[in-house]
């Protein structure tokens, strides 16, 4: 059995990010979390989740974790962590293109986890704004 993972293109800093996490099934109980940018992988999280197998709320509680950890690689993302980080050669020439035209301005999202994420991701960036 493998849950359906979540693919979310979203907009921070004039770049777009892409944010892909799947489960890799019973066979290897883990939720792989990948961000992108511009087609290279910029972070990656891996969470084992053996522990909920054989659990009456196991896809209850693997579908949130899954969820909470897509929701927070791209908190991550909003939070300023990898400005600081050295840019990997893809990252420093996605820095230096010029930004989108307006037609590529709209973050694009599909089905109700990635309205979700968007929404909390918004509030994120406007509390942190103003110093909450």
Known sequence: MVLPGFNTDFKYGG???HAQTEDNGVGNP???TLLYLKGAILASKKTSY???MGKGTFRQELMEMMKAQHRDIMREVLAGKYES???SEPARAAAEEPPPSEAGEEIAVSGD???EILAYLER???ER???L
């Open 113 to 115: 986890l990635d309205s």
């Open 124 to 126: 994120f960036a406007s």
């Open 129 to 131: 704004k103003r110093g």
């Open 85 to 87: 980080a050295p840019a």
């Open 50 to 52: 053996a522990d909920l």
């Open 15 to 17: 770049l777009v990010y």
């Open 30 to 32: 883990v939720i792989i």
